[in-house]
């Protein structure tokens, strides 16, 4: 068993800013990628942030250049810095790797809601 807690969701005004965290329950090292995917109500999910076990990054163009995705592999734990935030942020957000997806393996999330 396998487990990911996502957490620092919260309300934020827009233009605000917010870290979310995410624990796994085993080295994330063996690893290769680790990503930051969300929800928002009435959509798929989306992946919006990937970072590889060397640290190289990637993110989808809706938070280039807002949020920033991290690991710490010592503490098996992968954050996500999300700064500028607009109301078209506002998802479920939940951390995850491919085999772990391929195992059926998800958080709980944590919420986000962006509003005034």
């Known amino acids: 068993q396998v487990q990911l807690v996502e957490s620092g969701g919260g309300l934020v005004q827009p233009g605000g800013s917010l870290r979310l965290s995410c624990v796994v329950s085993?080295?994330?090292?063996?690893?290769?990628?680790m990503a930051w995917y969300r929800q928002a109500p009435g959509k798929e999910r989306e992946s919006i942030a990937i970072?590889?076990?060397?640290?190289?990054?990637n993110y989808a163009d809706s938070v280039k250049g807002r949020f920033t995705i991290s690991r710490d592999n010592a503490k098996n734990t992968v954050y996500l810095q999300m700064n500028s935030l607009k109301p078209e942020d506002t998802a479920v957000y939940y951390c995850?790797?491919?085999?772990?997806?391929?195992?059926?393996?998800w958080g709980q999330g944590t919420q986000v809601t962006v509003s005034s």
């Open positions: 995850n790797t491919p085999s772990l997806i391929g195992q059926g393996y």
């Open positions: 085993r080295s994330i090292f063996s690893f290769p990628v």
């Open positions: 970072i590889t076990v060397g640290g190289t990054t």
